[in-house]
């Protein structure tokens, strides 16, 4: 039995057995104990068999609940490691797309490349642009590239 034991507990480091009688029959738990990565591999085996079953089949449990407990470890291992690979990839991103800094804005999305007149660039008083802009809208036909925000002001 502890042959059967050895594996899980290799990868676990550390583990509870808890045997107790209800009725007629044995109740098993195997419990792996301590922190873990993932809550699944912290999950207890619990049988509960008569000491004869137990006595035939215990150890082929065991041995497969050991062989899944470290194949899950292995699997959060792998992927915690391909977790860490892609938050590098990243990082490395960012700290190049940073690194260029000179590098000139992307205009909005729909923005024309023609120059329009803009409210906060204009050096006239604020009826001056309104009024402009509400002129603008009215002699301008909407454009089909995106929405007229003159005629917002109408």
Excluded at 59 to 68: F, I, N, P, R
Excluded at 124 to 153: M, Q
Aim: net charge negative; with cysteine.
């Amino acid at each position: 039995m502890f042959v059967a034991l050895e594996p899980l507990l290799k990868s676990c480091g550390n583990l509870k057995l808890s045997l107790q009688m209800k009725g007629d029959a044995i109740v098993v738990a195997v419990m792996p104990t301590g922190t873990a990565k993932d809550p699944s591999l912290l999950q207890p085996l619990v049988l509960t068999a008569s000491a004869v079953e137990l006595d035939a089949g215990f150890v082929e449990v065991l041995q497969s609940y050991a062989g899944a407990h470290v194949s899950l470890a292995e699997q959060v291992a792998a992927t915690t490691a391909i977790l860490g690979a892609a938050e590098q990839t990243q990082v490395s991103k960012a700290t190049k797309a940073i690194g260029k800094g000179g590098r000139p804005a992307l205009p909005a999305p729909g923005a024309s490349s023609e120059t329009t007149d803009d409210p906060d660039t204009d050096s006239g008083n604020s009826d001056e642009v309104e009024s402009n802009t509400s002129a603008s809208a009215k002699a301008e036909a909407p454009s089909s590239s995106g929405t007229n925000l003159a005629s917002l002001f109408e």
